[in-house]
């Protein structure tokens, strides 16, 4: 349990390269999630939208989620932006830059989803192929209006018996795939050349701001780990003293039974520097809401 709360640990901490490793793995999940996935479109007028529509967005959704829990960074910006002013203002360069870098790897899992379902068609063809219009295509020439919706809606169901014999099924699959497959290809054309001038515009603009914000929100996430560490170590030596006083009345008896008891004093320089008079739970209590409502300038000359 011990080893896999580690890892946990270690996936939530805030080094870009591993918050890279984890948006690459969620992009490659979501694509072998789609590739195995049974789609099966209804075929019913009333349910092909809902469902193809479903298939494309709520799985981003699913995804966009995970990778906000898995980014340690979101839990530490909002906190940074909720917390009282204090004795240490608060740098809204920081929380903007914080709140990109969360969005940015958060959002690469869902957009490949969507570039992959648009690629492969069946989505939209599910969703929109009862809303094309039958004048278009000549198989519908001699048919009843409730008849072609019928039919439209069953286009993306290619053993269905109506549709076997129905020369327009093709022709409304390839239009919808075509239309799709352009959407994905476009999407997927738009983010590389924003990427790209992301990257080759950021020299233009004000590179000391940018280091600014960076150092600082790594600073942030590095001190909210410190404290927790600093305040893990106090209470394990909070719990060693209290256990200690507990069991100081219960000298003799401890003797009697044959056990050994610490020397007095043993490990006391060690557990002084760390509790430094915070010796109750009242004094614990105002330590931990001063922190949080009064940080302590950044300044340590």
């Not at 092909?48 to 529509?53: E, P, Q, T, V």
């Not at 790897?105 to 969507?114: E, F, G, K």
């Not at 760390?274 to 009242?282: A, E, M």
Request: charge should be positive.
């Amino acid at each position: 349990m011990d080893r896999f709360r580690m890892i946990f640990q270690y996936f939530q901490s805030s080094s870009e390269s591993v918050m890279n490793g984890i948006c690459g793995l969620l992009a490659l999940a979501s694509v072998k999630m789609y590739t195995s996935f049974d789609f099966s479109c209804p075929c019913l007028p009333q349910y092909n939208m809902a469902y193809g529509l479903g298939i494309m967005f709520v799985p981003p959704v699913i995804l966009f989620l995970c990778g906000l829990i898995l980014n340690r960074q979101s839990l530490v910006m909002l906190e940074e932006w909720r917390r009282p002013q204090g004795r240490r203002k608060k740098d809204l360069a920081v929380i903007r830059y914080m709140c990109s870098s969360i969005m940015q790897r958060a959002m690469v899992a869902p957009v490949v989803w969507i570039v992959v379902t648009l690629l492969d068609g069946k989505c939209l063809i599910c969703a929109f192929s009862s809303s094309m219009d039958p004048e278009n295509f000549v198989g519908f020439a001699n048919v009843s209006p409730v008849q072609v919706q019928q039919l439209l809606a069953k286009v993306p169901c290619k053993d269905d018996e109506l549709m076997k014999n129905n020369t327009s099924r093709k022709a409304v699959s390839r239009y919808l795939r075509c239309w799709s497959q352009a959407l994905g290809w476009s999407i997927l054309l738009i983010l590389i050349i924003a990427a790209f001038l992301a990257r080759w515009l950021r020299p233009f603009f004000n590179q000391a701001i940018l280091l600014q914000a960076r150092h600082w929100s790594n600073y942030i996430d590095i001190e909210q780990k410190i404290f927790e560490e600093t305040c893990c170590e106090h209470s394990r030596l909070f719990a060693h003293k209290c256990v200690l006083h507990f069991f100081e009345s219960m000298k003799q008896e401890i003797k009697l039974h044959s056990f050994s008891l610490p020397r007095e004093g043993e490990g006391a320089e060690r557990e002084g520097d760390l509790l430094r008079g915070i010796t109750d739970q009242n004094k614990v209590n105002k330590l931990l809401k001063t922190w949080y409502c009064e940080k302590p300038p950044l300044d340590v000359s």
